[in-house]
């Protein structure tokens, strides 16, 4: 009875052993929101589209569901989102006011130029009343009301997230450069500069557009406040891939995901004291067969 009572025991401190060395289910993430007033969630269902913030629609790994951060107009006017908890890790996921852009904006455009050769060469032929239009069409797009498609954090800090936008902003920003043409062609601006600074100012305009052109779609994220433990983030990206859909809403939007991350800390492995047991009962049998072996020889 002893013998059998000590193999129980044994065979029982291997098994929670083993389970404890391939380890157990993920955790939920903790996800409260802040500013849910001006939050809403996008649910691709036609008669229920968009419903209040939901958590759900972070983590259900369906790209064509999303959560608007700041849903009253492409005008910010606060930090809004949520904040999630994993261990010991604290991310927040907020929009971007213009208050913010003072943090990022030189380092978005210099990124903006980092991706776009191109506009980046072309840059310093363009009068500064059309880099002003442009930037200010390109802010606009890339505006702070990020609509977050999915967002992971794990237990070493790691955060991915994945935002819907357009796959190909030339689609807005055709009207607004045919509308500043037209200005800049009208009577009353002739009137006001005089023909020359009107058809030099036409000429830069065209060469943005040529340009843009040229270059074939151009991508740009959302822009999302992230902050990492106390440490701030502006999580944007100037790359997407092909959503496979668009907004039941417009017929437009959501036609490209864009993704954003930050690596985490690995987080080196302290074995449980049930796992101490389960490899030392290993040992002990292991042991116990060799001395037999020995024993028989």
Do not use: C
């Amino acid at each position: 009875m002893a013998g059998l009572t000590k193999k129980v025991f044994i065979g029982t401190s291997l098994a929670a052993g083993l389970s404890a060395v391939v380890g157990t289910p993920a955790q939920a993430l903790d996800i409260t929101f802040h500013g849910s007033e001006n939050i809403k969630s996008y649910t691709h269902q036609d008669g229920n589209l968009w419903v209040d913030a939901n958590s759900s629609y972070l983590t259900d790994g369906d790209l064509t569901t999303n959560v608007e951060l700041w849903f009253d107009g492409e005008d910010v006017l606060d930090n809004v989102g949520f904040t999630a908890t994993a261990g010991t890790h604290t991310v927040s996921v907020e929009s971007v006011t213009a208050a913010d852009w003072s943090a990022y904006g030189s380092q978005w455009l210099g990124d903006l130029f980092a991706n776009y050769e191109p506009l980046n060469n072309v840059w310093p032929q363009l009068n500064k009343t059309v880099q002003d239009m442009a930037i200010g069409a390109f802010t606009t797009m890339g505006s702070g009301d990020p609509n977050i498609a999915e967002f992971n954090l794990d237990e070493t800090g790691a955060v991915d997230i994945k935002m819907a936008g357009w796959y190909d902003l030339n689609t807005k920003l055709d009207p607004i450069i045919a509308q500043a043409k037209t200005q800049a062609n009208s009577p009353f601006f002739k009137a006001l500069v005089g023909q020359a600074a009107s058809q030099a100012l036409l000429a830069n305009i065209s060469l943005l557009e040529t340009t843009l052109d040229s270059m074939g779609p151009l991508q740009m994220s959302e822009i999302a406040k992230v902050t990492i433990n106390g440490e701030v983030h502006y999580a944007y990206s100037f790359d997407a891939v092909k959503s496979g859909f668009v907004a039941k809403d417009d017929g437009k939007s959501y036609s490209g995901i864009y993704s954003w991350n930050h690596a985490g800390i690995p987080v080196e492995s302290v074995p449980e004291p049930s796992t101490m047991l389960g490899l030392m009962a290993v040992g002990g049998l292991f042991a116990a067969a060799k001395r037999k072996s020995n024993h028989n020889a």
